[in-house]
């Protein structure tokens, strides 16, 4: 699977910003798609995640009320809505996906396809 992210930017805190990613194909319904985020200087850090098959989301507590993930499996795409964005957002953001992925979205070497990422800054 090749995923392919879009619509990271220079924005201001408090702004929002909507990234997307597309899969090259079908994500099965055993599976899943989410974000992960790293700044720079760190490690990759889990953001957000969608089951697949029944819709069920997960989110860092660090963006629970601020980012928003959705789907639109009929294009086998997945979206973040990042509204009230804080400098401490800024990171380079990557897409992921599995075909068998049913616990421990949080764990980064649980997912098999990323995306090349994109960038997000949020300046104060």
């Known amino acids: 699977v090749q995923l392919q992210a879009s619509g990271g930017g220079l924005v201001q805190a408090g702004d929002s910003l909507r990234l997307s990613c597309a899969a090259s194909?079908?994500?099965?319904?055993?599976?899943?798609m989410g974000w992960f985020r790293q700044a720079p200087g760190k490690g990759r850090e889990f953001v957000a995640a969608?089951?697949?098959?029944?819709?069920?989301?997960y989110y860092a507590d660090s963006v629970k009320g601020r980012f928003v993930i959705s789907r639109d499996s009929a294009r086998n795409t997945v979206f973040l809505q990042m509204s009230s964005l804080k400098p401490e957002d800024t990171a380079v953001y990557y897409c992921?996906?599995?075909?068998?992925?049913?616990?421990?979205?949080?764990?980064?070497?649980?997912?098999?396809?990323w995306g090349q990422g994109t960038q997000v800054t949020v300046s104060s």
């Open positions: 992921a996906a599995h075909d068998v992925l049913y616990t421990n979205y949080a764990m980064e070497n649980r997912w098999k396809y």
């Open positions: 194909r079908r994500i099965f319904t055993s599976g899943a």
């Open positions: 969608i089951n697949w098959g029944d819709g069920r989301i």
